[in-house]
C-alpha cells in the first residue's frame, strides 16, 4: 500500500467541483471519503495569474495503486470535470488535482514527486501540514509542522472557509 496526498482546487464553481472532486476521488480510491485524511478547506488568491480566488485542500489517501495508476485516476477525474489537454498551466480550474506525494519517492515521471510548491505555496503547505505534520518532505528532510511554522506567511494571504461537503 502506498500513502499518497494529492493537492485539490478550484476556481470555478469551487463549492460544487471541490465536492464533485471528493466524491470522485472517493469513488476511485475507496468506498467512503470517511477512510480519506482531509484537511482543511482553504481559500486563497490565484497565483500566476489574474483569476478569481481558489478553494484548495489536501487529502491524504492509502491506496494499492501505483504511481502511473494514480495520476491517469487523477487526469481521468479532472477530464470528466471539465479539464482540457491543452489547459495552461496557470488559469482557470473547475477541477485541479495535483499527486504532491508517493511514499517517499522522488522522480520526475510521470509527475514530479515531491512536488516543488509544497515549499512556495500555503495553499499547499498549510493544508498538508495539517494531516501530514510528523512526516518528513523526503528530499529536505523536516517535517511538514516544522516547514509550515518556519514559511513566510506574508507571502501569500489564505484563510480557512466553511466545509461544502
Given at each position: 500500500m502506498?500513502n499518497?496526498?494529492?493537492s485539490?482546487?478550484s476556481?470555478?464553481?469551487r463549492r460544487?467541483h471541490?465536492k464533485?472532486?471528493?466524491?470522485?476521488?472517493?469513488?476511485e480510491?475507496?468506498e467512503?471519503?470517511?477512510s480519506?485524511?482531509?484537511?482543511?478547506?482553504?481559500?486563497s488568491?490565484?497565483?500566476?495569474?489574474?483569476?478569481?480566488?481558489?478553494?484548495n485542500?489536501?487529502?491524504?489517501?492509502e491506496?494499492?495503486c501505483?504511481?502511473d495508476e494514480?495520476?491517469d485516476i487523477?487526469?481521468?477525474?479532472?477530464?470528466?470535470h471539465?479539464?482540457?489537454?491543452?489547459?495552461?498551466?496557470?488559469?482557470?480550474?473547475?477541477l485541479?488535482?495535483?499527486?504532491?506525494l508517493y511514499n517517499?519517492?522522488?522522480?520526475?515521471?510521470?509527475a514530479?514527486i515531491?512536488r516543488d510548491e509544497?515549499t512556495?505555496?500555503?495553499f499547499?503547505?498549510?493544508?498538508?501540514?495539517?494531516?501530514?505534520?510528523?512526516?518528513?518532505?523526503?528530499?529536505?528532510?523536516?517535517?511538514?509542522?516544522?516547514?509550515w511554522q518556519?514559511?513566510?506567511?506574508?507571502?501569500?494571504q489564505?484563510k480557512?472557509i466553511d466545509?461544502?461537503?
Amino acid at each position: 500500500m502506498a500513502n499518497i496526498y494529492i493537492s485539490l482546487g478550484s476556481n470555478i464553481e469551487r463549492r460544487y467541483h471541490v465536492k464533485q472532486g471528493l466524491i470522485a476521488l472517493s469513488h476511485e480510491f475507496s468506498e467512503s471519503i470517511d477512510s480519506f485524511s482531509l484537511s482543511s478547506l482553504f481559500e486563497s488568491a490565484a497565483v500566476g495569474f489574474d483569476g478569481t480566488p481558489f478553494y484548495n485542500m489536501v487529502i491524504g489517501i492509502e491506496t494499492p495503486c501505483n504511481i502511473d495508476e494514480v495520476t491517469d485516476i487523477l487526469r481521468k477525474i479532472e477530464y470528466s470535470h471539465g479539464r482540457t489537454a491543452d489547459a495552461k498551466k496557470f488559469s482557470p480550474r473547475t477541477l485541479d488535482l495535483d499527486l504532491l506525494l508517493y511514499n517517499n519517492l522522488i522522480t520526475d515521471k510521470p509527475a514530479q514527486i515531491p512536488r516543488d510548491e509544497i515549499t512556495t505555496n500555503a495553499f499547499i503547505l498549510w493544508p498538508l501540514s495539517q494531516i501530514a505534520p510528523e512526516l518528513d518532505h523526503p528530499i529536505i528532510k523536516k517535517c511538514y509542522q516544522d516547514l509550515w511554522q518556519n514559511y513566510d506567511k506574508s507571502k501569500q494571504q489564505i484563510k480557512i472557509i466553511d466545509r461544502c461537503w
